[in-house]
């Protein structure tokens, strides 16, 4: 069974330049997530999607950053423009859902992620 | 002072030995997730527990609720075993990890 794909593995672009990272998440996970992580750092998370559904964007910087997923399933992170502060590693993960006290279902899968270096 | 702690930040070791990475929490967890992390930067899914014992190839982790406390073992250690490891816990209610801020793993041949 394939994993969680991300796409560019590694992109590098100029400050006020837009930029844009994609993810499959495992077949059949409803719920997504955006995590960004700076070096030395956990993850931070960005957005968590139930389906379509934007349940918490709370830790999303909405002036610049947006993300979608239209069809429920694949997803799209946008920085629009860059800063230098962005460069990091952005995570996609899913799982099956989001469950109280269901750890099999809570358990979140991470695709190799997206270093950013902005220049 | 965190929320968790992993011990210790760094370890270097010879290939073959007996690894224990710690993680200590502070708060009420639903569950405890070990990640492994490589420098490109992808993250895998180790274990996933709340309570007991998980045993994956030459991995084993443990967890003692009472104490807050998990161990992630790594038998008979590899090169390709160095990595990052992550201890990340599960408050009750949330989907929102707390990430410790890792153990950084090198295995000499």
């Known amino acids: 069974e394939a994993g969680v794909v991300q796409s560019p593995r590694y992109k590098i672009i100029e400050k006020k330049q837009p930029v844009a990272f994609w993810c499959n998440p495992i077949s059949g996970h409803n719920t997504l997530y955006w995590y960004r992580q700076n070096l030395g750092q956990g993850p931070e998370l960005l957005i968590r999607y139930e389906n379509e559904e934007a349940v918490d964007d709370s830790q999303l910087p909405k002036d610049r950053f947006s993300a979608e997923r239209l069809k429920g399933v694949d997803s799209t992170l946008k920085i629009q423009p860059a800063e230098l502060g962005d460069s990091a590693v952005y995570l996609c993960?899913?799982?099956?859902?989001?469950?109280?006290?269901?750890?099999?279902?809570?358990?979140?899968?991470f695709g190799p992620g997206t270093r950013l270096t902005v220049l | 002072k965190n929320e968790v702690e992993q011990s210790p930040q760094n370890l270097t070791a010879q290939e073959g030995e007996f690894i224990t990475i710690n993680c200590s929490y502070s708060?009420?967890?639903?569950?405890l997730h070990w990640l492994q992390q490589h420098p490109g930067g992808g993250i895998v899914s180790l274990f996933m527990l709340s309570s007991g014992k998980k045993k994956h190839g030459r991995l084993i982790a443990t967890i003692n609720i009472q104490e807050k406390h998990s161990s992630l073992h790594i038998t008979a250690s590899h090169p390709r075993d160095s990595a990052v490891y992550i201890c990340?816990?599960?408050?009750?209610?949330?989907?929102?990890?707390?990430f410790g801020t890792g153990t950084r793993l090198k295995v000499l041949a």
């Open positions: 990340a816990v599960l408050p009750p209610g949330t989907y929102k990890y707390i």
């Open positions: 708060v009420g967890i639903s569950a």
């Open positions: 993960a899913s799982s099956p859902g989001w469950l109280a006290g269901q750890d099999h279902y809570n358990e979140q899968f």
